[in-house]
């Protein structure tokens, strides 16, 4: 019995370190909504949507200007996230005073714009993005099995980017004034921080995000309209698995539930869509705040 | 929903005229009453004049808006995942004509049934927080059931439920006439109403208000609060769940759209149009929508848009909606 089960998760390994992939993708995603949501107190229902512009500008990048990859996963992120800029400018600062609710459905009408446009332009069916030329190579061997290089480079990515965001929140001035303004924005103002800039700037920041997740996606997934709309729910059930207090949380929280979908996808695959709600469920009924969440 | 900040749908509170013929009795004020009958001579004239089954959509959408209603308007929660009990209900209508060869009066009713059923699971969950991530975890529960429905069986995957039969009510009268089959969807929309109106009015609702205004004051005066909710999420998903299932019996046909996220944010924007917590608004925002929806179908994507533009329009200009706005231009509570 136990050596059938061993012999499975063997087979199923490949399975396993691909779900860390998908939790890559968690990781980013949700970092960029708890950020979000730290500082504007907005859940940012077009983070789905600014993913997928992440790939799109990627893919025009490539392919109307010749710019490649590696420029793109800088500037991509510039460029979603300076309309993320005007989109927070000029709407989103409207409602702070309202019910957190309407930003919800604020940004949810957003999202249905900008997927509904990228769907008219581009159609549904998916533009290939080939990945660099560096990482396309024969797949790695890691002894168990061979992982495509472009698949442990997103692994990699993710990983630094967490821990660049976690340094610059919780090691450098600037991430002082952002954890100040949380807790007391309109003190942290009367000091003379630029509080309202500092907003926009965040969420300009959270979106580069998702950008920046978007582009890393382009290769494995193909680049569609809808890649992030079925995408953010599922990290909106991540986020409430695991709270949104801390950063770390949201990268563990992210990370592991990738790895818990790649093994339901080796010992029961017909739950694997499911896996996850289901565990959010779980957590819910025992410990309603998340896992790392503050009641 | 936090204090201090400004809550959905609060409206002035006014001084309200006794309603009209008996109507108070329903709860309703005299503008409430005038309302309400312009709305039956709707009902009753409209199959003169328009396609019946284009009012029977607006009708069945009409219901799971006024559903919805109850919760976001009534509660302050904030469901992103009415989706689920609507094309649940649908489902298991369709099912029960089809395949146990219910007749439809008893396949609408089972609709309602696994609508409240799953209704108490999911609140019964999603409950335990509050504001944005009630509505956060209703839209994950609703994708759950979503890949339900996309494996299962009995719902015929991407193809559906298909040829579903109108049957005839209680025996007698053949529905698959469109005439016939409209008043029964009339009768069933009229009933969902007067019930949530009963129920918004009754001192059940009150309590349900309170908790909306301050939770914590009304769980210090005794109330518990989360059978409250629990009970208000209930009502709400059983009377989702008749209406998926009356709109599955018109159309003869039970799919993966009415599960999809996609229709949870429609039964949201119809509500957010036709005015939050209004008596009538929900109606209208379903009317305007539905609407909508049939002139523009030949623009294809661009239907998807329009929705959003009219989102971020109510959201930032419109708060109130048609109906909200209307009461507040005439000073009174509709």
């Not at chain 1, 600037?174 to 103002?189: D, H, K, S, W």
């Not at chain 2, 609703?142 to 559906?160: I, K, R, S």
Request: charged content about 10%.
């Amino acid at each position: 019995m136990f050596e059938d089960l061993l012999f499975q998760l063997e087979l199923g390994l490949p399975q396993v370190v691909l779900g860390l992939v998908n939790g890559a993708f968690y990781a980013l995603l949700s970092l960029g909504l708890a950020v979000i949501f730290g500082m504007l107190n907005v859940i940012n229902f077009a983070h789905g949507a600014q993913f997928m512009m992440g790939a799109f500008v990627a893919w025009m990048l490539l392919n109307w200007v010749g710019i490649g990859y590696w420029p793109a996963l800088v500037v991509a992120p510039l460029i979603v996230g300076a309309i993320g800029v005007l989109l927070e400018r000029t709407m989103i600062s409207k409602l702070y005073k309202l019910d957190h609710l309407y930003g919800l459905l604020l940004t949810f009408g957003l999202a249905l714009i900008i997927e509904g446009v990228f769907r008219n332009q581009f159609g549904s069916s998916g533009l290939p993005y080939a990945p660099p030329e560096v990482l396309s190579g024969p797949p790695v061997d890691l002894g168990f099995m061979f992982l495509p290089k472009y698949r442990l480079w997103v692994v990699v990515a993710a990983l630094a980017m967490s821990l660049a965001t976690w340094l610059v929140i919780e090691k450098t001035r600037l991430g002082a004034y952002l954890r100040a303004a949380t807790e007391n924005a309109a003190l942290v103002q009367a000091f003379g921080v630029n509080v309202p800039r500092m907003v926009t700037l965040t969420y300009a920041a959270g979106v580069a995000l998702a950008a920046f997740a978007g582009v890393l996606a382009a290769p494995i997934y193909s680049v569609n309209p809808q890649m992030g709309s079925s995408l953010i729910i599922v990290v909106f059930a991540v986020v409430v698995i695991g709270g949104m207090g801390s950063i770390l949380g949201s990268v563990v929280t992210g990370f592991g539930l990738g790895l818990v979908e790649g093994l339901t996808k080796v010992f029961y695959p017909e739950a694997s869509s499911t896996v996850i709600f289901v565990i959010m469920a779980i957590v819910l009924l025992a410990r309603p705040a998340g896992l790392f969440g503050r009641a | 929903m936090s204090a201090g900040h400004a809550s959905v749908a609060t409206l002035p509170v006014l001084h309200d005229a006794p309603g009209l013929l008996g109507l108070s009795a329903l709860g309703f004020n005299r503008a409430q009453s005038v309302a309400f009958l312009v709305l039956l001579a709707l009902l009753l004239a409209g199959p003169f004049f328009l396609y019946p089954v284009f009012l029977m959509k607006l009708l069945c959408f009409a219901l799971f808006a006024c559903a919805f209603n109850l919760l976001i308007g009534y509660v302050g929660l904030l469901s992103f995942g009415h989706a689920m009990f609507f094309g649940m209900g649908g489902y298991l209508s369709a099912h029960a004509a089809k395949v146990w060869g219910l007749s439809p009066e008893l396949a609408i009713l089972s609709g309602g049934v696994v609508g409240a059923a799953l209704g108490v699971v999911a609140g019964w969950i999603a409950i335990r927080r509050q504001g944005i991530y009630f509505a956060m975890i209703t839209l994950a529960l609703a994708q759950m059931v979503y890949f339900f429905c996309l494996q299962a069986p009995f719902t015929g995957g991407e193809d559906g439920i298909q040829r579903v039969p109108r049957g005839a009510l209680l025996g007698l009268v053949d529905l698959s006439r469109d005439m016939n089959l409209y008043w029964v969807v009339a009768g069933v929309f009229l009933a969902g109403f007067l019930l949530i109106s009963r129920i918004v009015h009754s001192p059940f609702g009150q309590v349900l208000t309170a908790i909306r205004e301050n939770e914590p004051r009304a769980i210090s005066l005794g109330y518990r609060s989360d059978d409250y909710k629990l009970m208000a999420f209930t009502l709400s998903a059983m009377l989702a769940g008749i209406a998926g299932g009356t709109k599955a019996l018109v159309f003869g046909i039970a799919t993966l759209t009415d599960v999809y996220w996609a229709m949870s944010g429609e039964v949201v924007l119809m509500t957010l149009v036709g005015g939050l917590g209004t008596v009538f608004g929900p109606v209208m925002g379903a009317a305007v929508i539905v609407t909508m929806q049939n002139y523009l179908a030949e623009f294809g994507a661009w239907v998807t848009v329009i929705q959003g533009c009219i989102f971020v329009a109510c959201v930032l200009a419109f708060r109130a909606g048609i109906v909200g706005e209307l009461g507040r231009f005439l000073k009174v509570r509709l």
